[in-house]
Nanobody
């Protein structure tokens, strides 16, 4: 399974970016997808997830500003990021795991495959 993340870049405070993550290779019949980020010197943290059930979840720090969506026909998940802040600066990673309806999507260790990361830099 390969995940290819794209869409990162440099943006000013208040700007927007849309990240994409394309999944290829042998995939699970049903799968959950998550977005995580890691800033320099910090641990990787949960941003958002969209399980097979489409019941999305977000970190408190991005609620109301970020929207996660998926196109199953294209095996692609998106992260629309609006009203960006300097503290959103990080490398953003997408990840996939077999569908686990009863398991929280925030658990980093439960994700089986990871993309290479795409850098988001928000200038003040």
């Amino acid at each position: 399974v390969q995940l290819q993340a794209s869409g990162g870049g440099l943006v000013q405070t208040g700007g927007s970016l849309r990240l994409s993550c394309a999944v290829s290779g042998r995939t699970f019949s049903n799968y959950d997808m998550g977005w995580f980020r890691q800033a320099p010197g910090k641990e990787r943290e949960f941003v958002a997830d969209i399980p097979w059930s489409d019941m999305t979840d977000y970190a408190d720090s991005v609620k109301g500003r970020f929207t996660v969506s998926r196109d199953n026909a294209k095996n692609t998940v998106y992260l629309q990021m609006n009203s960006l802040k300097p503290e959103d600066t990080a490398a953003y990673y997408c990840a996939v795991r077999p569908s686990r309806p009863l398991l929280s999507g925030t658990l980093i260790d439960e994700y089986k495959y990871w993309g290479q990361g795409t850098q988001v830099t928000v200038s003040s």
